[in-house]
């Protein structure tokens, strides 16, 4: 299942580490924000938030239903 943070993302269209450096910190700890693998601290959060435009409901968690894996029959 695809996460908020990484629709969003994508959505953006800038690469990853682009938004990870303008937010102030390293691609390779956007990649543990996107694949769950680290928690993301409330001011990264924020600094998320403030490049990509969005509010942190835009960014933490995961769609209960995703267009993408939905499999009809």
């Not at 937010?23 to 924000?33: E, H, I, N």
């Not at 990509?52 to 209960?64: F, K, T, W």
Request: proline fraction near 4%; aromatic fraction near 6%.
């Amino acid at each position: 299942m695809i996460s908020r943070l990484q629709k969003r993302l994508i959505a953006d269209g800038r690469a990853f580490k682009n938004i990870a450096v303008e937010a102030g910190f390293k691609q390779p700890r956007l990649s543990d924000y996107i694949h769950g693998r680290r928690v993301i601290p409330m001011q990264h959060l924020i600094s998320l938030c403030e490049v990509l435009h969005c509010n942190p409901d835009d960014l933490i968690g995961e769609d209960e239903f995703d267009a993408v894996s939905v499999r009809i029959g």
